[in-house]
């Protein structure tokens, strides 16, 4: 079970990863494309994007530290955390953007956090 939650934590992370790459240097191309926002919209938002892609990379991060630390209590600590961050950030995203981000976001890390939970 702890392989599988590892697994999909991976996932999460690199789900992650290619959320903030979306939000900083790849947003005025295929960011703008996968966000449906015009060029002149794309322009007025970018600024905010960027600090949100900021953030999200801090969850990369709190996931990395998880797979990565040595003490696997502090491991696991860190895995929790941004699991749960992940999942919370989703449900507002879902609440306040587009109920897509429930599904992108907020089920994998509900998922990997039962997995965990279990193992």
């Known amino acids: 079970m702890l392989l599988l939650a590892q697994i999909v934590t991976g996932l999460v992370l690199l789900i992650h990863v290619y959320i903030v790459l979306l939000e900083t240097v790849l947003f ?3 960011g703008r ?3 449906g926002l015009s060029a002149e919209k794309a322009e007025i938002v970018q600024p905010a994007m960027s600090n949100q892609g900021c953030y999200n990379g801090f969850l990369v991060a709190a996931l990395a530290v998880g797979f990565l630390h040595p ?3 502090t491991a696991r600590a ?3 955390f ?4 992940v999942a919370v950030a989703g449900l ?3 609440a306040t953007v587009s109920r897509r981000i429930l599904f ?3 089920v994998p890390a509900a998922v990997a956090l039962l997995l965990l ?3």
Do not use: M
């Not at 941004?82 to 961050?85: A, I, N, T």
């Open 82 to 85: 941004g699991l749960s961050c």
């Open 33 to 35: 494309r996968v966000f």
């Open 104 to 106: 992108v976001q907020t």
């Open 92 to 94: 507002w995203g879902a």
């Open 71 to 73: 003490d696997p209590a």
């Open 78 to 80: 860190f895995t929790v």
């Open 28 to 30: 005025r191309t295929r």
């Open 117 to 119: 939970g279990l193992a």
